[in-house]
């Protein structure tokens, strides 16, 4: 949990997205797994920030760990599926960005521990 904690506060959100809202946000995201890496994308390290417009629609800007991932759509597709249960969103959105590139500072302690990185 505490791991959790840790990584929930790198992630940033907007003034819409109440701390309960990123928290369910996040735990939503953690059900979705990088498919090639078999860790979640949040434990990867992989989204930078929630945000959420007056509409309760969320945009999560994210990136991926190679600008070459073949299976970028199908990332967004389960980010999307993932927050299509969470209460109190109404729409999802993806934002895949490059800048800042992904670095392996971002990875949790379990996640390097399974990917055998330092």
Do not use: F
């Not at 928290?23 to 078999?38: S, Y």
Request: glycine letters at 4%.
């Amino acid at each position: 949990m505490e791991e959790l904690q840790e990584l929930m506060e790198q992630i940033e959100t907007n003034d819409n997205v109440t701390p309960e809202l990123k928290e369910k946000v996040v735990e939503a995201l953690t059900n979705v797994e990088d498919p090639e890496l078999g860790i979640d994308i949040v434990n990867l390290g992989l989204v930078y920030r929630i945000e959420m417009d007056e509409n309760k629609n969320v945009n999560v800007v994210m990136t991926l760990t190679s600008m070459g991932c073949p299976l970028a759509g199908m990332i967004v597709t389960l980010v999307k599926e993932a927050l299509d249960k969470v209460e109190d969103v109404h729409d999802a959105d993806v934002e895949i960005v490059w800048n800042p590139p992904w670095s392996k500072e971002r990875v949790s302690r379990m996640a390097k521990m399974v990917l055998r990185i330092s």
